[in-house]
């Protein structure tokens, strides 16, 4: 951001630490800078328009704020005292009481004639009313520097001693995220007389280890801060500029390889690696062909993870040998740098390609035995009977969906899906689980949807992430899921506020994509019952309509809510949801057509009326237990009840019609028609009529009605 430098009013504050957590640095620079801004505005010495910029590198914290006061203007202040009549006595004067509250505010028996009285509440009380004298810049900065310092999201607080010199006690010692040496406070080019963490506020600075032009660097004022960092220390001092020259460099290094080549992208990588240098140099590496044999996650991970390289991809996206160095030093002669992080990287490749080649000795098949010596949960067994019971759900899965074949194959990559496990290289990176599965699973010769299937499977691993790329690693991803899901409800391990150390609410939120972006034609009750299953050996009663275990139903409402919730963040009103998930529809492909459907219904205008005698309907019929969708024609008497009768005679069957054939939008508006009768009938019919047979019939009449609106969605859930 480009600072005003006609701002003469422009406050600039910095603290000069050693090297700060790279993967935090981000957001402590945010903090700090937002904290200050905060609580200077709050004080009234920075206007609310205020422009700040913040700063943050390896070696400094710091915010530049614009439009910033030497002192805050007075303020008003008016002071709730007493009740008039606890104030002052029945001849107006003022009783020991307020004389003793006045003069606790530095006033006496003369200000009582100036005291103002208002009501307060039901009775009138004494104000006294003052000028506060505001805040002087040395004043509020100290504040909101020791503000900021406490809010500061340190993952992890460092104490240390304080440098000797400092007029606090030899052996003090403070805590912060890393030791302090140095506080600049500028206002203009006047330094703020404040302190934090043992130190008191000058003007100068340090820029970059080795590169700085001069040492320290001594600033002129508050606007040249960044311009004399970058000129005089070598430092770009700003996170977004820095982390902009950065992926502008990396841009470029890649056009001079050629043949197409891009730096892999990785916002994450670019973050951290702009928290590590001050001064970006951006330089190009290689490493032998021969490696390229490797599985080229397994390099990219490696490069990524332990070295910060960002490893270069062709124009087909395929690793090449090339990768990018973002340096912290700008040599004359780069080629130390270079040859020096190129033999860094060669040990790690190595390591991955020996991995690689033990890894294939062995077929996945054989590893499978080894899984049984893993545990997965001290409640739940080993990995080898967690993978037994996700076989047994996803063949069941596929039986339901009637293809044998799918069966097989969703057996056998279940069966291998957790091998890789006890492979090698993901012992080493932990993170190439399914990845290296279907490397070897295709070593072994298997069948290319079986591999992708392993690889597949644990997908969607994050909000937003792709779903697996065939049926048999739909079916297998469905059942890994579910059997976590189903296993972790049956031992009570649920999450709890923002803790979910299983990812219960990711399995949650993939299992719904999978249901509905794939429109699968299962239900949910079904495929948790299949889990279930693998969790109650024997216990089959409840597949015919008998009770469940107990965890069944929650675990069902655990998805739904998840459901409700991912479709209010997609933009649908929470009414709107809780009409379509209040029937509990357990065919979650058909939640989206639901959905459109209540929408286009709200957007009618008999929709608010129909709504509220649904609501109405509900609450008459929650009193009527003996109550039945039974109707004799014989007992409809009023000409109300006769054409509302008629109406849904002939709108009803229509609508079930449409709603049969999956049109849930039609048979919505078809039933809308209904609206007139409907409010005839309420305006013209005494349903609790004192003759028996009478109250029941329209009670029936009323029942079969409600039963017909709401096969789409509960319609009161729309009523304001």
Same mark, same amino acid.
């Given at each position: 951001m480009t600072i005003p430098m006609n701002n003469k009013n422009s406050l600039l504050v910095e603290l000069f630490v050693e090297e700060l957590p790279p993967k935090a640095l981000k957001k402590l620079g945010e903090a700090f800078a937002g904290v200050l801004r905060h609580q200077l505005v709050a004080q009234g010495l920075a206007e609310a328009g205020s422009v700040l910029t913040p700063y943050a590198s390896p070696r400094r914290l710091a915010a530049h704020l614009t439009h910033v006061a030497e002192r805050a203007a007075d303020k008003a202040v008016s002071q709730k005292l007493m009740p008039v009549a606890v104030g002052l006595d029945a001849s107006g004067q003022p009783t020991p009481a307020l004389l003793k509250r006045l003069a606790a505010l530095g006033a006496d028996a003369s200000a009582v004639p100036g005291l103002k009285r208002a009501m307060d509440g039901k009775a009138e009380a004494l104000f006294y009313e003052s000028t506060a004298k505001g805040a002087t810049l040395a004043e509020g900065l100290q504040k909101a520097l020791a503000e900021a310092i406490a809010k500061l999201p340190i993952p992890k607080v460092m104490s240390y001693q304080l440098e000797s010199g400092c007029e606090l006690p030899g052996w003090s010692s403070v805590s912060f995220v890393r030791p302090a040496h140095g506080l600049v406070a500028l206002h203009a080019d006047t330094v703020v007389p404040i302190e934090a963490l043992g130190l008191k506020a000058g003007r100068e600075t340090h820029g970059h280890r080795f590169e700085a032009a001069v040492d320290p660097v001594v600033l002129r004022d508050a606007n040249s801060y960044a311009l004399q960092l970058q000129d005089d220390g070598a430092v770009i001092a700003s996170f977004e500029a820095r982390r902009a020259e950065i992926a502008r460099q990396l841009a470029a290094a890649a056009v001079t390889v050629g043949g197409g080549s891009v730096p892999i992208h990785d916002d994450a990588l670019l973050d951290e690696?702009?928290?590590?240098?001050?001064?970006?140099?951006?330089?190009?590496?290689?490493?032998?062909?021969?490696?390229?044999?490797?599985?080229?996650?397994?390099?990219?991970?490696?490069?990524?993870?332990?070295?910060?390289?960002?490893?270069?991809?062709?124009?087909?996206?395929?690793?090449?040998?090339?990768?990018?160095?973002?340096?912290?030093?700008?040599?004359?002669?780069?080629?130390?740098?270079?040859?020096?992080?190129?033999?860094?990287?060669?040990?790690?490749?190595?390591?991955?390609?020996?991995?690689?080649?033990?890894?294939?000795?062995?077929?996945?098949?054989?590893?499978?035995?080894?899984?049984?010596?893993?545990?997965?949960?001290?409640?739940?067994?080993?990995?080898?009977?967690?993978?037994?019971?996700?076989?047994?759900?996803?063949?069941?899965?596929?039986?339901?969906?009637?293809?044998?074949?799918?069966?097989?194959?969703?057996?056998?990559?279940?069966?291998?899906?957790k091998a890789d496990l006890v492979t090698d290289m993901v012992g080493e990176f932990p993170e190439l689980q399914g990845t290296m599965g279907r490397y070897y699973a295709l070593h072994d010769g298997l069948d290319v949807a079986v591999a992708d299937a392993i690889e597949d499977h644990y997908k969607p691993r994050f909000a937003g992430d792709e779903l697996p790329r065939n049926s048999v690693g739909l079916v297998v991803a469905l059942a890994d899921k579910l059997e976590t899901l189903v296993g972790m409800f049956s031992i009570g391990n649920l999450p709890t506020g923002d803790r979910d150390p299983f990812a219960l609410r990711r399995h949650a939120l993939g299992v719904i994509r999978i249901l509905i972006e794939r429109d699968l034609p299962l239900d949910l009750d079904a495929v948790l019952k299949i889990a279930v299953l693998e969790f109650v050996p024997g216990v089959l009663k409840f597949m015919d309509g008998a009770d469940s275990p107990d965890y069944l139903e929650a675990l069902q409402s655990f998805i739904?809510?998840?459901?409700?919730?991912?479709?209010?963040?997609?933009?649908?009103?929470?009414?709107?949801?809780?009409?379509?998930? /209040?029937?509990?529809?357990?065919? #979650?492909?058909?939640? *989206?057509?639901?959905? @459109?459907?209540?929408? &286009?219904? %709200?957007?009618?205008?008999?929709?608010?009326?129909?709504?509220?005698?649904?609501?109405?309907?509900?609450?008459?019929?929650?009193?009527?237990?003996?109550?039945? /969708?039974?109707?004799?024609?014989? #007992?409809?008497?009023? *000409?109300?009840?006769? @054409?509302?009768?008629? &109406?849904? %005679?002939?709108?009803?069957?229509a609508a079930n019609a449409q709603f049969d054939a999956g049109d849930y939008t039609g048979s919505l508006q078809t039933l809308a028609a209904l609206r007139e009768p409907v409010d005839a009938f309420f305006t013209d019919v005494m349903v609790n009529a004192e003759q028996a047979d009478l109250r029941l019939n329209r009670l029936g009449l009323l029942m079969s009605l409600h039963s017909a609106m709401n096969r789409v969605a509960q319609l009161e859930r729309l009523a304001v």
């Open positions: 690696v702009t928290a590590l240098v001050e001064r970006p140099n951006v330089l190009v590496c290689s490493f032998e062909r021969e490696f390229l044999e490797v599985p080229q996650e397994c390099l990219i991970l490696t490069m990524k993870a332990n070295q910060k390289y960002f490893p270069l991809l062709d124009a087909q996206a395929k690793l090449t040998n090339k990768f990018l160095v973002v340096s912290n030093i700008s040599p004359d002669d780069a080629s130390a740098v270079t040859g020096g992080n190129e033999r860094v990287v060669r040990p790690r490749l190595a390591d991955a390609k020996f991995f690689f080649d033990q890894d294939r000795k062995k077929s996945l098949a054989s590893r499978v035995e080894s899984l049984g010596k893993v545990v997965y949960h001290n409640k739940l067994g080993t990995q080898g009977e967690r993978v037994q019971r996700v076989m047994h759900i996803a063949r069941g899965i596929a039986e339901k969906l009637g293809d044998a074949t799918l069966a097989a194959q969703a057996t056998q990559a279940a069966q291998l899906a739904l809510d998840r459901l409700a919730g991912s479709l209010r963040e997609q933009g649908a009103s929470a009414q709107e949801v809780d009409a379509v998930l /209040a029937p509990l529809p357990q065919r #979650l492909g058909e939640v *989206p057509k639901l959905l @459109a459907a209540v929408r &286009a219904f %709200a957007a009618l205008p008999a929709a608010a009326a129909l709504a509220a005698a649904n609501k109405r309907i509900g609450n008459i019929l929650k009193k009527a237990p003996e109550a039945d /969708a039974h109707v004799s024609e014989l #007992l409809l008497q009023e *000409p109300a009840e006769k @054409a509302l009768h008629a &109406a849904m %005679a002939q709108v009803v069957p």
